[in-house]
């Protein structure tokens, strides 16, 4: 009996790994490319930091303001993603179990897990940030 049930459930058991797969990699390639973009944004506003710095501004202060355009941009790219898998819930239908393809417990958790990602890829360039000296930064142009 265990092999037939195990027969009956590989086929939705492999969607369901493949799947999963691409989650993870989906959700590795937007942390990625949450980084690149601050990381060029933090290099882009380097006078203006080291201006900022230079007027006294605290590393926190820096942080907070690379951190909030990480916010806006992981609740944007939220909004947009959860519409749009809100739309594309009759695909995934049958491939789930036990659950409803409009669960919100699951649309809350892939966003708060988004959201958590985009702040650990915006951590790294809010922290380079705060390294900026701030004479070599008003030199730079």
Known sequence: MD?????????????????????????ILAAIGVYGVLGYSVAQRTHEIGVRMALGARAAA????VLRTTLW????????????????TGLLTPYLFETTSTDLATFAAVAATMLAAALAAGAIPARRATRIDPLVALRHE
């Open 73 to 88: 941009m992981g609740a944007a790219g939220v909004v947009l993603g959860t519409a749009g898998a809100y739309a594309a």
């Open 3 to 27: 092999d037939v049930v195990f027969r009956a459930t590989a086929e939705p058991r492999f969607h369901t790994r493949l799947l999963g797969t691409f989650a993870v990699l989906a959700l």
């Open 62 to 65: 820096i942080v907070w303001m």
